[in-house]
Structure formats: structure tokens, C-alpha cells
């Protein structure tokens, strides 16, 4: 005979059972944070991606230069599609990712005040193991196992929609950021283009 499952584990984060502290748990925060952080930089890295494949193909795609007319002062990217804007994709990117990382790095020192925190705990555990090597190796199939069972005892994560609006407030923070890195760079002169790519 099955048992039921809790209610504080079995509900969507949509489900008025739900027990409120478990949404509040940290561990829970962490990982929607974690997943937010990478998902802008896979939408960084695809931007990115497609705009290297712009210059690959297109290697006649003017560049800064000396003798190129000057941007308007406080324009963010000088030319639309090109190796400014690629840079900038690049960097922007970079940023994205590391604040993945430094939440990721954060999970040993936030404690779950539930079991659906920690759930929550080891789904990122589970998901960083495909930035890994071998996803085969010993432990991560085993703690993928685990994560399994955990679920089918307890329930699954709510569920929580992602905002359009903090994705794009999120993907324009590390743009602008980048924006200003590459500028910098450039001022410096630590920064030229080759073949229609940025080299630092």
C-alpha cells in the first residue's frame, strides 16, 4: 500500500498546501538563483555563438580602427554585429557564468532547513555534473540515483516560472558590464582586432 506523500513536499510552488517555510528555504533560493544565473549565460553564450558565426562568415565586416568614423558619444556598441559587439558578447557571458559559479560555490556553506532543501541541494549538485568531464564516473550517476529516490519518496521541486523580466534586467546587467570592460580595454589599447575578432 502506497503512502502519502507530505504535503510540504508533494505541492507545486502554486499549491496553496504548500508549507511556506519550505519555499523560504535557502537551500531552495540558492538553486533558483543558480538556474536564473546559467540560463542567462547559455541565452549569453548563443548571442555570443551567433555573432562569431557573423564574423566567420562575413570576415569583410568593418572594425575599429584609427581612421574609423567615432562612435556617438555614450553609444554602447559602436556597430551592430561586429567584432565590438562580439567582445561584448564574450565578456558579458563570462560574467554570467561566473556569478553561476559563485553561487555554486556558495552550496557548502547554505544549510537546508528542509527536505525539499535538500532536494533542492542536490538537483544542483546533479545539474553542475554535466559541466564535468565524465558525467559516468563515479559519484555523479549514483547521486543522480539518489536524487531519483529522494523524489519519489518526498516529491518533486515546486514549480517556478522564470520572469521575462528579470531575464532581460539580468542579461542587461552583464551586457552593460561587459559594455564597460570592453570600452575600458579598448581605451588602454589592451584590446585590437584581428581578422574581424577581438584579441586581448
Known sequence: MATKKPNVLAASRNDPELHPSALRDPALLLLSDW????YISILLCRVQQRLESQIMVNPGIQVLAPDSPTPVQGQAAPMRGGPWEYAVAREAEVFAMTEALKLQDALPEVAATSLIGVIAKLEMIVDADRDIGDP??????HLASVLRDLKAIAGGLPVVSRSRERTRSDVAKHWESAVELVAALKEEGAVEYRGGMAVW
Open 35 to 38: 538556474r536564473t544565473a546559467r
Open 136 to 141: 559516468t564516473d563515479f559519484p555523479w550517476p
